[in-house]
Antibody, heavy 121, light 105 residues
């Protein structure tokens, strides 16, 4: 069955960096686009970044453009999110989500349990 | 950027019908997905492509989309339906509504 397991979250100072990972299993990783979605405590879902199945096409939400980088390693079946120049507003649980297809506009049919990023002095 | 508007909360008694709306300009021209999120859990896809249900989602959950409003309808509401519900569409990027907390009285 499909599993997505995030890791890499933690406490970091403003301006610092973190690298989140999402290990996938139970499906053909190379065939599906993936996204990162975050959720601040008590707030709603906020899309962060997506990467198409081929790894070549990537898109980012405006608040993270130029600071975050999404990537994937098909041999390791792992999705990554590099977080740089972190701000307090980046504090959130970060979920990885599997797209339903390789297409341009998938829905997200499986989600990981999330990893918490806390940005604090 | 495209905005999806949901009511912050909806309350309903067990056995009744809950309707959760998602407003957006010409949302009827877009494909709407709905996610359910219970406290401390990851979101769960409950409706995709306006009105399709993933396997395992009960038929009590249905949805529609037209003009400027999409609606998730939960019939015969059960205590286990209590959760936050989010609508989602694609515009220039991926957009979520603000979420609606469904309370079962």
């Amino acid at each position: 069955h499909v599993q997505l397991v995030e890791s890499g979250g933690g406490v970091v100072q403003p301006g610092g960096s973190l690298r989140l990972s999402c290990e996938a299993s139970g499906f053909s990783f190379s065939d599906y686009g993936m996204s990162w979605v975050r959720q601040a405590r008590g707030k709603g879902l906020e899309w962060v970044a997506l990467i198409r199945n081929d790894g070549k096409n990537k898109e980012y939400a405006d608040p993270v453009k130029g600071r975050f980088t999404i990537s994937r390693d098909k041999s390791k079946k792992t999705l990554f999110l590099q977080l740089n120049s972190l701000k307090a507003d980046d504090t959130a649980v970060y979920f990885c989500a599997k797209g339903s297809s390789s297409g341009l506009y998938p829905h997200y049919d499986y989600w990981g349990q999330g990893t918490l990023v806390t940005v604090t002095p | 950027s495209y905005v999806l508007t949901q009511p912050p909360s909806v309350s309903v008694a067990p056995g009744q019908t809950a309707k959760i709306t998602c407003g957006g300009i010409k949302i009827g021209d877009k494909s709407v997905n709905w996610y359910q999120q219970k406290p401390g859990q990851a979101p769960l896809l409950v409706v995709f492509d306006d009105s399709d249900r993933p396997s395992g989602v009960p038929e009590r959950l249905s949805a529609s989309n037209s003009a400027n409003r999409a609606t998730l309808t939960i019939s015969r509401v059960e205590p286990g339906d209590e959760a936050d519900y989010y609508c989602q569409v694609w515009d220039s990027d991926l957009v979520f509504g603000g979420g609606t907390k469904l309370t079962v009285l």
